[in-house]
């Protein structure tokens, strides 16, 4: 899920980040599934941060939606 976050940021922001790994993670139902992930990734000189990253999933339609993502302090 992680690496789903960071592609998508990458395509509509146009960036150049690099999924790392999940720090942590949490799951909220809704009307399907949030995750609520801390995760790092390194930009293109290879520096690391942590990013916050919320992803909305639909498994029985196949939707899956990245709803937030903000870089956060480590």
Not at 13 to 39: C, M, P, S, W
Not at 43 to 68: C, H, M, P
Request: glycine share 8%; proline share 0%.
């Amino acid at each position: 899920m992680g690496d789903f976050a960071v592609e998508e940021h990458n395509r509509w922001e146009h960036g150049e980040l690099t999924f790392d790994k999940v720090v942590r993670g949490e799951t909220q139902v809704v009307a399907g599934i949030n995750y609520r992930l801390v995760l790092r990734a390194r930009d293109a000189g290879g520096s690391a941060a942590d990013y916050q990253a919320v992803v909305w999933e639909k498994v029985w339609i196949n939707f899956r939606q990245l709803t937030s993502f903000v870089q956060i302090e480590s």
